[in-house]
Every structure is written in structure tokens, then in C-alpha cells.
């Protein structure tokens, strides 16, 4: 089993961004090697959602026409979301969020479409970057627990990967918060 302690997050790669004023797309696309059914249920259970997601739901994605509350990682205040596609395994869609799951390579190509704040969108793309990582991990059957919130920003290989995608989306990155310290 993997430690936590002992994971750190590869160099950031295959995502881009589309551009649409203040508010970007961020194209996330992960190489899984589970079943598209697999990831499927990892994407639309809250119990599978509380390990490795950015944020928590109150109840299953799995069905179009869901409403459901969402809470995203060190944010006291849930939203409404609203579930407008799901057809399961292949697209899953609510609030913001875009899922595609397309079998591959006797695993899964999943790509997320995220719309953010442009002046956040590389923060965005480390956050998922991490949150993949701790899905494959999940998956894998070798659970490092969830990254996100305020906790990914002190985690290891953080600033780097900020750094690295701002850099390839050709943004400025965001200053730090107070109280961010990094681990080398």
C-alpha cells in the first residue's frame, strides 16, 4: 500500500484551457487503467466521491435530473446542483462540470471540462491533477485519502504544479495565501 507521505504528483500534463472571458474551460484528460463502469461509480457515488473529489455530495450523480448538494473542499456553504446528463458509463454532466468516459486500452480516457475563474484556472488544473492521481490510486485498491481544500496548497508538489501549468496555459500564477507554506 502507498503512503501518503510517499506520493507526490508527476509533471503536469494533458490538460489546455479554451478562453471565454473571464470564465475558462479547463480540459483534463487522464489515461485510468479501471473499466469506464468502474469510474463511472466513483464519479456519481458520494461515498466514492468522499475519497478522492474536491468536494462531497448528499446524494448519487448518477441520474439526469438530479438535484443534489454540493460542497466543495474547506467551504462551509453547499450549492445546488443540478444533474443535466447522465448516461452512464460514458458522460455525466452538472453545474459546471463535464465528464467523458471512453473505454480505452482495456481502461478508461477520462476527460473533465471544468469552467473557472480564469485567474484561478492553474490552481484549478494542479487541484485536479492531484485529485486524479488520488482516483487512480482509489481505484487501484490502494487509498491515500483525499487532497483537496486548503490541504492540497501545503501538500508536496503543489506550487510546482501551479507553477508548471500556468506556465503552459501562459497565465500569471495567483499569489499565494497567507499560511500556504509549501513542503519541499
Do not use: C, N
Not at 484551457?17 to 464519479?43: C, F, M, N, Y
Amino acid at each position: 500500500m502507498i503512503e501518503r507521505e510517499q506520493y507526490a504528483p508527476g509533471p503536469a500534463s494533458g490538460a489546455q484551457v479554451r478562453k471565454d472571458g473571464e470564465k475558462w474551460t479547463l480540459i483534463l484528460v487522464r489515461e485510468l487503467r479501471h473499466s469506464p463502469e468502474k469510474v463511472w461509480q466513483a464519479l456519481t457515488d458520494p461515498v466514492h466521491l468522499r475519497e478522492w473529489a474536491p468536494f462531497d455530495v448528499d446524494g448519487s450523480l448518477g441520474t439526469a435530473g438530479t438535484t443534489v448538494k454540493l460542497t466543495w473542499a474547506g467551504t462551509p456553504t453547499p450549492q445546488e446542483a443540478r444533474v443535466t446528463r447522465a448516461d452512464a458509463p460514458k458522460v455525466l454532466e452538472f453545474s459546471d462540470i463535464r465528464w467523458e468516459l471512453e473505454a480505452y486500452g482495456g481502461g478508461t480516457r477520462l476527460t473533465l471540462w471544468h469552467s473557472i475563474d480564469r485567474r484561478f484556472i492553474s490552481w484549478g488544473a494542479a487541484g485536479w491533477h492531484i485529485s486524479f492521481d488520488v482516483l487512480e490510486r482509489l481505484l487501484a485498491g490502494e487509498p491515500i485519502g483525499r487532497i483537496a481544500g486548503a490541504g492540497v496548497m501545503k501538500f508536496a508538489g503543489w506550487q510546482r504544479l501551479v507553477a508548471e501549468y500556468a506556465k503552459q496555459f501562459a497565465v500569471e500564477s495567483p499569489k499565494w495565501p497567507p499560511g500556504a507554506a509549501q513542503k519541499s
